[in-house]
């Protein structure tokens, strides 16, 4: 799934990394725990979180992951988006809910991990 | 890199609390160990259990240490922490157990799942800790 069509169904903006936007991503992960994503043996996914600090980039910088979505309505501060950026990372802003968000994206065909 | 050259030496300090920089030493070892020519997955695995390390520091202790020693087949990461210490080690590597605060779990840690993390990641991993002085963790990986 592209990200562009990811950010059509959760009526998203794009933040950081808008070059990005046609990059395909097979699989998706919601969790607003960090360890529980760098237990993630794949990169090849869109981490979808309501966790706005800048340990949700560095856990995606560690874990190879080059797409978020942030959820609930959050945004991502000054030096998340800096961090992002520098990691060619696209950060996605939505205003639904976390539950909302996964719904919609499982129906829409992106895949869990497990 | 020379074989003759001992070996690359990077070291880095943590302050306990400071949500703010944690992650700055394993973004800057991803980096070298890029520039060496590592493998991604390997790389991957390294950063990731020494971003769990230290992420244990931040939320745990008072203040730690990074030393990392780079040669030519492998990696030695020693983490060094002065704080509370861990008193049941086996306890706190099941995969769940967390003793961490309400703070740091607000932040998106304490999930418990940092030490068994650690270990799935490093091809040796030893851990040693004094209850009320500190821990030092310390993780080998070997290049393919």
């Not at chain 1, 966790?51 to 000054?78: F, G, H, P, S």
């Not at chain 2, 780079?70 to 983490?79: H, L, N, P, Q, Y």
């Not at chain 2, 704080?83 to 779990?105: C, W």
Request: overall charge negative; glycine content about 8%; proline content about 3%.
């Amino acid at each position: 799934m592209k990200l562009r069509e990811i950010a059509a169904v959760l009526n998203a903006t794009i933040s950081c990394g808008a070059e990005r936007i046609d990059d395909e991503v097979e699989m998706g992960y919601s969790s607003d725990l960090m360890s529980d994503v760098l237990t993630l043996d794949t990169d090849n996914l869109v981490l979808i979180t309501g966790l706005v600090n800048l340990q949700a980039i560095r856990t995606a910088e560690m874990a190879d992951i080059r797409a978020i979505v942030l959820v609930r309505n959050k945004k991502a501060t000054d030096q998340m988006l800096e961090l992002a950026c520098e990691n060619g990372m696209c950060i996605l802003e939505s205003p639904y809910s976390l539950f909302k968000s996964s719904g919609l994206l499982f129906q829409a065909g992106l895949k869990p991990i497990y | 890199m020379d074989p003759e050259t001992q070996s690359m030496k990077l070291t880095f300090n943590i302050h306990g609390g400071d949500f703010t920089h944690a992650g700055q030493p394993s973004s800057e070892v991803k980096k070298v160990l890029k520039q060496l020519g590592i493998d991604g997955k390997t790389i991957k695995g390294i950063v990731i259990a020494l971003y769990e390390a230290e992420v244990n520091v931040v939320a745990h202790a008072w203040k730690g240490t990074v030393e990392v020693e780079i040669d030519e087949t492998k990696i030695t990461i020693i983490v060094h922490d002065e704080g509370p210490g861990i008193p049941d080690i086996e306890l706190a590597m099941q995969a769940g157990y967390s003793t961490a605060s309400k703070k740091v779990r607000e932040m998106g840690f304490g999930a418990g799942m940092g030490l068994p993390n650690m270990k799935k990641n490093t091809d040796e991993l030893i851990i040693e800790s004094e209850v009320d002085k500190g821990t030092t963790v310390k993780m080998i990986n070997y290049f393919l």
